[in-house]
């Protein structure tokens, strides 16, 4: 009866964090470029009574064993990059990836990724984003500029009113061999880590690089369906993980009235 509290018991913490895991999706439903998220959880260990094969008294060898879990932990969460659904805002400074890839940013002398495509200029025309990380490479449009054409090659120029180019640069976007094992920073960043591998670098429309759209944004890649039947299943999950620990602790108490 203490071993079904305790089981139960991780039970409840196991689906808490799913549903942690689900609600951040939903609070970032509409957050340019966000990466759903999905938690995993595995068994914990099993207390083996007795292995299967070993023999009995009769001189036979058990068909199957005598193991009983002591219940659930998650593992990982495991975040998803595939493709978000674009939106057309008419804005030359949006840029979306349709296809794999990441632009890079300085946040700071240290490089930072992003899927995020929403762009600006700073007080001396450079290319940054919200937070005022600068693009990389790094380009400045010039104040006489009347229009910034970016191709899907990632050919970026900026025109004057008369259709000349004033200045032009050639947009790289990364990627990398694991992109789950990026570390989220927040802010629509991520960083490098020894389980993501190295960044690669690559023009837009190369193997392996997805191509550029000026204009457009990407958006999260949540599905808000698939996430409210997933809270739904993590809350009942839940509640009768909490159900077994309440008929574990009325057996107790049965138990232990035994005695009065």
């Known amino acids: 009866m203490m071993r079904s509290l305790w089981t139960a018991a991780t039970g409840m913490v196991a689906q808490q964090t799913n549903i942690d895991v689900i609600s951040n999706n939903l609070a970032n439903v509409n957050t340019t470029g966000y990466k759903k998220s999905r938690a995993e959880f595995e068994d914990l260990m099993y207390q083996n009574l007795s292995i299967a094969g070993t023999l009995n008294e009769g001189g036979n060898r058990l068909p199957t064993g005598f193991q009983v879990g002591m219940g659930v932990r998650p593992v990982t969460v495991h975040k998803f990059f595939s493709q978000g659904s674009f939106q057309n805002t008419g804005n030359s400074l949006d840029i979306a990836i349709e296809g794999q890839g990441f632009f ?25 984003n919200a937070n005022g990380y600068p693009l990389q490479p790094e380009f400045t449009v010039p104040q006489e500029t009347a229009n910034l054409v970016i191709t899907e090659k990632g050919h970026m120029a900026a025109l004057d009113k008369s259709g000349n180019e004033l200045a032009a640069a050639d947009i790289t976007i990364y990627n990398f061999v694991n992109p789950a094992g990026l570390k989220a920073l927040g802010r629509n960043l991520y960083t490098e880590t020894d389980g993501s591998g190295t960044a690669v670098q690559g023009t837009p429309g190369d193997t392996n690089f997805g191509t550029l759209a000026q204009g457009f944004l990407e958006s999260s890649n949540v599905e808000m369906v698939d996430e409210m039947v997933g809270l739904i299943i993590g809350q009942r999950a839940y509640e009768v993980n909490s159900k077994a620990m309440t008929t574990s602790d009325s057996i107790l108490q049965t138990a232990i009235n035994v005695k009065r």
């Open 104 to 128: 890079r940013l300085n946040q700071n002398g240290e490089d930072v990724y992003t899927r995020s495509g929403n762009f600006k200029l700073d007080n001396n025309g450079r290319i940054v």
